[in-house]
């Protein structure tokens, strides 16, 4: 999709609160229907006259329909957060790379997500529970601020119905709270992982990937079996207005998503 | 202790690789203990006295704050040490716990743990060493909590 | 470089050719543009006239320094490193991308683009500013954004390239092999000849468009003593760069040199005004800036000159990865001479020697470059005095 042509209009056909900063919206095309996006990739999203951030797809892919997972932290955001059904939104996209959840056939497939990082996970979940017999074992650990920040809270036992290990934290609770505390790092030692049969992906903050990763690492799982999902300030998707770049990568192009062999030495780099 | 609980004390990672000498000392003041879920296992400002070594379950280590009622701050699994602060130079528990799941661990008191260390500093150097990795564990786990990275940038704990 | 056969070489007089080339491109419908003093440096302009163009004009050029003056010849093209490049008319400033309006079916409907830019004629593109041009091509234009505003003014350029027959005190096209010859992607190319009793160019054609032009204005064959002269002139520009930079294996450098203590040198010195970013040809990086009137109906989508050296250049949530003015000269550097290759499959730097000449405070990539070389080199044979500290990481 060209920078010199509006995006395409998508009206917004559902709409769900997830928490009290967070909307999941459903998309339908009005005219133009955009390409399928793969788990992983995102799209550029546009609130008319506000402008357009990168907000990576969160459902499954079932054109012609889109599914956006976004959290209100600025005027754009917000705006796409207050979106209600029938309005229309800009889309152009999808960019980026794609998780490739299914080159880990036979594999144990980890996820693990830290707070909003769990949207840009649940494609390639809900991919894999598709096809659940191509993979050993599915985990899932996933890490919130609190309770109240979980996402897709609904969903989680639909997981576990579909033969998915889902290990919820959070990191601070509240009174109700009876589940686990703590970082989600905090999780890895109590499932049984083989280091040397695991596909894992990682999605969060980027702190929280790093140390998820070398977590990782130093229980057995291979650095090019470890995908991130890397961000970066991005404005055209296109690859040519500069701002994503980390290194020699063009997050909008070469990511966001990264194997963590590459992307090891790129996140200990200060402010690269 | 029977030969099949020795062999499953001997298993749990906080005493695994330790000479098997070393393991049957420490097996021989073990008690293999089930804790029902919701019992209480102390409060904070008790004297701590104990070892706890998690095999499966949940614990929940928590305080009470006047106001918030009981928080838990951290919950511990199986493969985890539940007390570490008879080593603090006051030994007091800082925070209570309680099992939140069903507890099945090895229990031992801090007082037979440090007798074994003073009789045995070979011994004691290797329990002292376990017990500092999981101190450096669990303070970088919360400092890392501290820095509430997944809140919303420019929101008053975003910074 | 090959010259072509002087049967194809034609001769241009100074007076009145350049002018009658000139009224040629204007009647072909092209605005000329070319250089033209202004503002105390020769920079780009529309002319309407080839009297407007420098004649007899240089520039003494040094680190932080830019100088008019006077030649002993009437040369119209002796000199280089002023403070536009070309870029400012196929990559604006400022862009409108589009302009749209809520439509009534639901969607936003774009309002008809403005009215298409007039064909450009550029008289006077040295050979390290046409690579320039050619880079941006790739990054900005037809290969990969065939529908893009680039494209459109690209296809419709008139490129007139100019041999290099005398080179600043700040050029380093040989070091990045982008000069002092043009070798492709020209429509006509000159080399001037300006000396005592002598003021002529040879013209090569290099397109179909080239030769238009050509046949428009009735030249005369080219002497042959004239084309090995015009080719001796450009072969003595190479030896007499201003300045050189060893441009084997920096990606590597760069890459290597992420932690460099040089960094910290130069951004004692430098000012983070991003002015190398503006007078650099190749550098490309803009801002996408979304707008909409009073009303909510009519929006707009805007592109602009962006900097890396802006801290709003890496902002994300919250504040800018970039913070420190060394990650922001680190990120320029790098990019231009190292990750430009893992990006783009080629060197970000053609040479020209701008960045040098209109840094206020004349840092020269050339001298940092053979820093980062010394730096490193002493770090591999172990004759840097650190020693190995705690600090250390493996």
Known sequence: MTLSQPPAGYRVSGRVEETRDTVTLTLEPVSVTLPSPRPGQFSMLYAFGVGEVPISVSGPARLPCLTHTIRAVGAVSRALCAAVPGQIIGVRGPFGTSWDEADAEAQDLLLVAGGIGLAPLRPALLSALAERDRYRRVTVLIGARSPSD????????QWRGGRAA??????????????????????IPRIELAGDRTTALICGPEVMMRLTAQALQAAGVAPDRIRVSLERNMQCGVAECGHCQLGPLLLCRDGPVVSYRTAAALLATREL | MTEAVLADFAGHPFVRGLPAEH????????????????????????????????????????????????????????????????????????????????????????????????A?????????????????????????RILDLYAAPGTESGL | MNSAAPGNAWRLPAVPGLDDLVRSLQSAGYQVIGPKIAGGAIGLGEIQSADELPFGWGAELSPGGY?????????????????????????????????????????????????????????????????????????????????????????????????????????FCTSMGTGPR??????????????????????????????????????????????????????????????????????????????????????????????????????????VEDSTDLAGDH????????????????YLHGGPVRSSGVSRYRQWLTHKLGTWHDQFGSSGCVGCGRCIVWCPVGIDITEEVAALRAERDAIATGDDNRGSRPGDGA
């Not at chain 2, 007091?92 to 507890?103: E, I, N, P, T, Y």
């Not at chain 3, 990559?91 to 639901?106: N, Q, Y």
């Not at chain 3, 005592?196 to 013209?203: A, L, S």
């Not at chain 3, 000159?305 to 250049?313: E, G, V």
């Open chain 1, 150 to 157: 979980l996402l897709y809270t609904s969903e989680l036992d």
């Open chain 1, 166 to 187: 889902v290990e919820v934290t959070v990191d601070r609770a509240g009174a109700g709270w009876h589940g686990d505390v703590g970082v989600v790092t905090q999780l």
């Open chain 2, 23 to 118: 393991i049957a000392r420490l097996a021989a003041r073990a008690d293999r203990v089930e804790i029902q879920a919701g019992q209480r296992i102390f409060d904070e400002d008790a004297d701590a006295r104990g070892l706890w070594l998690i095999c499966s379950g949940r614990v929940a280590l928590d305080l009470q704050v006047p106001g918030r009622q009981r928080v838990v701050v951290e919950t511990l699994g199986p493969g985890d040490e539940l007390g570490l602060s008879w080593l603090a130079p006051i030994p007091r528990w800082q925070f209570g716990a309680a099992a939140q799941l069903d507890v099945i661990a090895y229990a031992l008191t801090s007082e037979s743990v440090l007798a074994l260390c003073e």
């Open chain 2, 120 to 144: 045995d500093h070979e011994l004691g150097y290797q329990l002292a060493r376990r017990l500092l990795t999981t101190a450096i564990a669990r303070l970088h786990a919360a400092r890392i």
């Open chain 3, 67 to 171: 100088r008019l003056r006077r030649r002993a010849d009437s040369a119209a093209f002796g000199h280089s490193a002023g403070p536009q490049s070309w870029k400012q008319f196929l990559h604006p400033p400022r862009e409108r991308l589009w302009s749209a309006r809520r439509s009534g079916a639901g969607g936003f409907t774009a309002e008809p683009a403005a009215a298409a830019d007039s064909p450009l004629a550029f008289l006077g593109v040295r050979p390290c500013d046409l690579r320039a041009v050619r880079m941006q091509d790739e990054i900005l234009g037809a290969p990969r954004h065939p529908e893009s505003g680039y494209a459109g003014r690209r296809a419709k350029v008139l490129l007139i390239a100019v041999n290099c027959t005398e080179p600043g005190e700040t050029c």
């Open chain 3, 182 to 287: 043009a070798d492709a992607g020209y429509d006509l190319l000159l080399t001037e000849l300006a000396g005592p009793g002598e003021h002529e160019f040879v013209v090569w054609p290099g397109s179909a468009a080239g030769e238009g032009i050509l046949a428009g204005l009735a030249l005369e064959p080219a002497a042959a003593t004239a084309v090995s002269r015009a080719d001796a002139a450009v072969d003595a520009a190479a030896g007499r760069m201003g300045r050189a930079m060893e441009a084997d294996g920096l990606r590597d450098l760069l890459a290597e040199s992420l932690d460099a203590a040089r960094w910290d040198d130069v951004a004692a010195r430098c000012l983070t005004c991003g002015n190398c970013t503006m007078a650099c040809p190749t550098c490309f990086c803009t801002t």
């Open chain 3, 299 to 314: 929006a707009e989508r805007w592109q602009s000159w962006a900097s890396c050296f802006d801290l709003d250049f890496s």
